[in-house]
């Protein structure tokens, strides 16, 4: 992966996260204490309950309802800091909140299936891998604003 433009910045804050803030906070990576970026608990948080939904797949409806909680927090604090434009710039239709969901997802699995494959070379784990690059990839994009032009290009392709 390659870096791109990191986020603008609204009065001193950056609007969103870049991408390896996020990877690293789903990593478990302590936050600096001085460049925290207030999502980025919640997605810590996000992170952890996609862990435990591989450690204890009967809690699956309590942790989804969290979840769902967390999607909204992140949502309503992207609705109320993040100019229009750039917060409804999204490749699927899918809301901040829930791109940042699937990325703590796609981050758990990889991971996991990173620890409990019996060879790092097998072709689920470097799929998983994958997919989060991608997803990273959008991320990106979108934090940027250049999804919709993105999105527009592959849908062409």
Request: with cysteine.
């Amino acid at each position: 992966m390659f870096v791109r433009n990191r986020a603008p910045i609204i009065e001193g804050v950056t609007i969103l996260p870049d991408q390896r803030e996020l990877v690293s906070t789903f990593g478990g990576q302590p936050p600096d204490p001085d460049q925290d970026h207030p999502l980025l608990p919640l997605a810590r948080e996000l992170a952890e309950l996609h862990r435990q939904r591989h450690r204890d797949p009967l809690a699956t409806a309590g942790i989804d309802c969290r979840r769902a909680e967390l999607v909204t927090a992140i949502d309503n604090w992207v609705s109320t800091r993040v100019p229009r434009r750039q917060s409804t710039a999204h490749i699927r239709d899918e809301s901040i909140g829930a791109t940042v969901d699937r990325m703590a997802a796609a981050h758990a699995h990889a991971s996991h299936l990173l620890h409990t494959a019996e060879k790092v070379a097998d072709d689920r784990v470097h799929a998983a891998w994958y997919r989060l690059a991608l997803l990273v990839d959008h991320w990106t994009d979108l934090i940027t604003g250049s999804a919709h032009n993105d999105s527009r290009a592959r849908q062409s392709a």
